[in-house]
T-cell receptor
Framework: DTEVTQTPKHLVMGMTNKKSLKCEQH?????MYWYKQKAKKPPELMFV???????INESVPSRFSPECPNSSLLNLHLHALQPEDSALYLC?????????????FGPGTRLLVL | QKEVEQDPGPLSVPEGAIVSLNCTYS??????FMWYRQYSRKGPELLMY????GNKEDGRFTAQVDKSSKYISLFIRDSQPSDSATYLC??????????FGSGTKLNVKP
């Protein structure tokens, strides 16, 4: 099973709303990632969690707040977003050891901020 | 200089053609190389990964890494219309950070 699941698939929110994106994997991967992807652009890294600890934060605005409750789950809490934050938000996971370095992506949450 | 450079295309080929997709990278320390396929409005799907130099084959797909030139390639044999997608190369550093190329949009015409 190489599946990463993400919910919801689509989300529309106003600039004053608070919402959360969820990601789950059951491959035993210990590294999990959030990416943001705008149309016709490659994914841009936002956050990396390694062994449930935040290891990389790519200077993401504080209106995005990641959380890793356990090794299988990754959340992204959204608050006071701007219309320019509309994008496809991708979660990914990888083994995080020398055995297997491939990264698997979920289908993404398509976010529209009005 | 970007860590990974990739021609965005678009690349249009007839069905059955051999497709060659390429990326160059800047840091000779990179060891892990991946190719992803992304259909419109979907997440990237891992196609191939290679460690260090050499070739790797999987069905109609062959990934090639030339570390001396810092050049990676993906070849698709007998291309099909269903191969029409954006292909992203990706490289991983030693700190779990993945660098993506800009993606090459491929169109295989029936």
């Amino acid at each position: 099973d190489t599946e990463v699941t993400q919910t919801p698939k689509h989300l529309v929110m106003g600039m004053t709303n608070k919402k959360s994106l969820k990601c789950e994997q059951h491959m035993g991967h210990r590294a999990m990632y959030w990416y943001k992807q705008k149309a016709k652009k490659p994914p841009e890294l936002m956050f990396v969690y390694s062994y449930e600890k935040l290891s990389i934060n790519e200077s993401v605005p504080s209106r995005f707040s990641p959380e890793c409750p356990n090794s299988s789950l990754l959340n992204l809490h959204l608050h006071a977003l701007q219309p320019e934050d509309s994008a496809l938000y991708l979660c990914a996971s990888s083994q995080d050891d020398d055995g297997q370095e491939t990264q698997y992506f979920g289908p993404g949450t398509r976010l529209l901020v009005l | 200089q970007k860590e990974v450079e990739q021609d965005p295309g678009p690349l249009s080929v007839p069905e059955g053609a051999i497709v060659s997709l390429n990326c160059t990278y800047s840091n000779s320390a990179f060891q892990y190389f991946m190719w992803y396929r992304q259909y419109s409005r979907k997440g990237p799907e891992l196609l191939m990964y290679t460690y260090s130099s050499g070739n790797k084959e999987d069905g109609r797909f062959t990934a090639q890494v030339d570390k001396s030139s810092k050049y990676i390639s993906l070849f698709i044999r007998d291309s099909q219309p269903s191969d029409s997608a954006t292909y992203l190369c990706a490289i991983r550093n030693n700190f779990n950070k993945f660098y993506f190329g800009s993606g090459t949009k491929l169109n295989v015409k029936p």
